[in-house]
């Protein structure tokens, strides 16, 4: 059965530094993508970065970038030089399918990042 | 403001009343979600849309809701007789048909319903 596991409920980092957040992931299906999304305590579930089962290359946005290793089924956050706005809830979701059939995300529950100055 | 909008933003009832909560997705934008998150837990499926046909929808939805999206634009969840349990937020996202837009699935603000 698809699922979602994120190990970390809650990291702390300083300004400045990298930080990596985890997510693994399981499904049958060999066709599938991987998002990351933030929730600052407003709500609003913030794009940050997707990355699909046949893409070549790591996924990158700006500060984000998505370690996409495939055999281990695991799909982790770096975000470098950390800034106090990036302190939210971070998600990682799953879409099984191509992106043509777009359907439901399994989404994990979620890492708690705090940045300290 | 071009993202998807959703209203009320927050709403306070009173068990047993009905509510409906209003989403205007990304205007090219063929497919719409709605999902419900309660505290600290990850946004859960309730229903979807392509254009305006409903193509699935969750167990977790009871016969109490019904989502809408008439003309394939805009979309309605309604609630009815609502019940603590219900209490969460609604959250509505929407997609376009493939590319970048296909692949990415932008989330509006979300509408806290809170049942008294």
């Known amino acids: 059965a698809q699922k979602i596991t994120q190990t970390q409920p809650g990291m702390f980092v300083q300004e400045k530094e990298a930080v990596t957040l985890d997510c693994t992931y399981d499904?049958?299906?060999?066709?599938?993508?991987l998002f990351w999304y933030k929730q600052p305590s407003s709500g609003e579930m913030i794009f940050l970065i997707y990355?699909?089962?046949?893409d070549q290359q790591n996924a990158t946005e700006g500060r984000y970038s998505l370690n996409f290793q495939k055999a281990r089924k695991s799909a982790n956050l770096v975000i470098s030089a950390s800034q106090l706005g990036d302190s939210a809830m971070y998600f990682c979701?799953?879409?099984?399918?191509?992106?043509?059939?777009?359907?439901?995300?399994?989404w994990g529950l979620g890492t708690s990042l705090a940045v300290n100055p | 403001d071009t993202g998807v909008s959703q209203d009320p933003r927050h709403k306070i009832t009173k068990r047993g009343q009905n509510v409906t909560f209003r989403c205007d997705p990304i205007?090219?934008?063929?497919?719409l979600y709605w999902y419900r998150q309660t505290l600290g837990q990850g946004p859960e499926f309730l229903t979807y849309?392509?254009?305006?046909?409903?193509?699935?929808k969750s167990r977790l939805l009871s016969d109490r809701f019904s989502a809408e999206r008439p003309k394939g634009s805009f979309s309605t969840l309604e609630i009815q007789r609502t019940e603590q349990g219900d209490s969460a937020m609604y959250l509505c996202?929407?997609?376009?048909?493939?590319?970048?837009?296909?692949?990415?699935?932008?989330f509006g603000e979300g509408s806290w319903l809170t049942v008294v």
């Open positions: 979701a799953m879409r099984e399918g191509v992106a043509g059939n777009n359907r439901k995300l399994i």
């Open positions: 499904t049958s299906d060999p066709s599938y993508g």
């Open positions: 990355q699909g089962s046949y």
């Open positions: 205007s090219e934008h063929n497919r």
């Open positions: 996202a929407s997609s376009g048909r493939s590319g970048i837009s296909g692949n990415t699935i932008y």
């Open positions: 849309f392509q254009n305006e046909a409903q193509l699935e």
